[in-house]
């Protein structure tokens, strides 16, 4: 009989839907969720729903207008009587369900999902790093998308029971059959902004400080005139996109970067299908699920160390890896990338350049799991 699971989540997001379906076929599963959208960004969320092979649920909001405040885990543990708990980083939440395991079942085993990159991790607050130690003492598990994060952790706490693996991926076959679909717009895509025969090179996310985005047109503007065929197309949104634009025609690139605005569903994989380098530059990155995005999408990937999404790159095979602070760094990393990379001409959908598939880690990750809760 399949052991009761009941997950705690912020929110649904499509980096975390195939993750969530995989939880409910391994255990008779209740899905919570505390916000209807990401606080940082929103999504398509009537589309997420209709990929979800569970009935999502939602908690009331947090007492006083503390956002992790949610008393009613309590009384839902104690109806659905689970034997496993899912939780999401370190915070109030889990101190309930910590305060419910030793009032009614000492058996529990509560594990949390924790996105932290490395260097998020060594740079804890005082009040992150106790709520972390806590954890780690009294928790079944920490699971930790990124293995040299989970490297971190065996070191700094001599144990590597507690700790399990799995990176923030989606299913190899569901989003290439996805981007498959959307060849017919990639085609109309590529005719709109006139890419035939350029060196396309894509970012896909917010335009806001932490993407580390004038970083990146500085070191394209240190390649370009050796390719003046290539060009940089930001898909997405955010406040420093006017600030961009200037600073791009400022550095005489205007006919080098195109802001298509912000895309979802079959139109940002429409964008990905044009894509033939993807960069992300952020100084600041939890994980960055972009990059599995474009490595699924066959994008050959330049990704900033910081990310957690580092782990995902193989340097010289499907990527590399770059110092967000060295714009000669990030220059010649982009001038390798340019090098191999030929004209866009026909849209067809290009190999997968994951290393490993979303099988493969899920099964890994659930051998995790079930040599802790037995």
């Known amino acids: 009989m399949k052991k009761k699971l009941v997950v705690f989540h912020p929110a649904i997001a499509p980096y975390r839907v195939d993750f969530f379906n995989s939880l409910n076929k391994e255990f008779d599963a209740i899905f919570y969720f505390e916000f209807g959208d990401v606080l940082e960004q929103s999504f ?22 503390i956002k992790n405040l949610r008393t009613q885990v309590l009384s839902i543990l104690k109806k659905e009587q689970p034997d496993v708990v899912f939780c999401s980083e370190y915070n109030i939440l889990g101190l309930l369900l910590l305060v419910y395991k030793f009032l009614f079942n000492w058996k529990l085993s509560i594990f949390t999902i924790c996105d932290d990159s490395k260097e998020i991790a060594e740079s804890a607050t005082l009040v992150k790093r106790c709520m972390r130690f806590i954890a780690v003492k009294l928790y079944s598990g ?32 569901d989003f290439r059959l996805l981007l498959e679909n959307a060849l017919p717009v990639s085609r109309i895509l590529k005719d709109t902004y006139h890419l035939e025969g350029r060196q396309v090179l894509l970012f896909v ?42 600073h791009a025609e400022r550095n005489g690139l205007a006919n080098h970067v195109i802001f298509a605005g912000k895309k979802q569903g079959e139109d940002l994989y429409a964008c990905y299908n044009i894509g033939q380098i993807f960069v992300l530059p952020s100084y600041y990155e939890r994980f960055g ?86």
């Open 44 to 65: 398509a969320q009537d589309e997420l729903r209709g990929r979800l092979e569970f009935v999502p649920r939602f908690l009331a909001p947090g007492l006083f207008g």
């Open 205 to 246: 996310g917010r335009l806001i400080d932490i993407k580390n985005l004038f970083f990146l047109l500085d070191a394209f503007a240190l390649v370009v005139k050796r390719y003046p065929k290539s060009i940089l197309l930001f898909v997405g949104d955010g406040d420093q996109r006017e600030a961009l634009e200037r």
């Open 142 to 173: 920490i699971i930790l998308t990124n293995d040299d994060v989970l490297s971190w952790y065996v070191e700094r706490f001599q144990t590597r029971q507690k700790f399990l693996f799995f990176p923030i991926i989606q299913k190899d076959q």
């Open 289 to 374: 699920a972009v990059v599995n995005e474009a490595l699924l999408a066959g994008c050959y990937t330049l990704c900033s160390v910081v990310a957690g999404a580092a782990c995902l790159i193989e340097p010289r095979k499907n990527g590399d890896l770059f110092d967000p602070a060295s714009k000669t760094d990030l220059a010649e990393k982009l001038a390798e990338g340019l090098e191999d990379c030929e004209g866009l001409r026909q849209i067809s959908l290009k190999a997968n350049k994951m290393g490993y598939s979303y099988d493969q880690y899920i099964i890994s990750f659930f051998n995790q799991l079930n040599s802790i809760i037995g």
